[in-house]
Each structure stands twice: as structure tokens, then as C-alpha cells.
């Protein structure tokens, strides 16, 4: 597992018997985030094409997948930041 931050990257080695949940738990929310991403696209483009949307549109469209981009990255950073703390503790 790699964990990274700001260009620094950490190795971690061991293995942790909640690394399992974690993992789980950022897997659900990541296809909950893709759900909804879905279905904006499919309420934005009617799911198939993108050119009949207005520049208002695209632009509302684009912001919102920033948004979940950067919420998924958060997530993904604070559970990876809790495994390195739970396995700093156990060493």
C-alpha cells in the first residue's frame, strides 16, 4: 500500500486485519459517488449525448464532477491516513 500527500510517499508493508473494512467502506462510498454521478448525467445529457447540453449546463455538469472528484480524493486520503495511524500504533 502506498500513501501519498503533497509528493511524499510512504510505504506500508504490514498488513492490518481492518485494512479489510476500510477498504470496504471506501468501496461504497465511491460507488455511491458514482451512482449519483450517473444519474446527473443522466438527468443533465439523458445519458447519451453531451451536445445537446447548454454552456450553463456543462459548466454546472463539470463543477459538480470536480466536486465529487474531490470528495472521493478526500475520503480515499483520510481512511489511507487512518490505516498508516492505526499502523504506526501497532508497531
Known sequence: IKWQKEGHATSVDSFHPDHGSYCEETKESMMREIENLKMNLQFYGGGHNLNLLTYDDLLRFQLQLECSLQNARA???????????????NR
Open 75 to 89: 475520503r480515499k486520503f483520510e481512511l489511507m491516513h487512518q490505516l498508516h495511524q492505526t499502523l504506526q500504533e
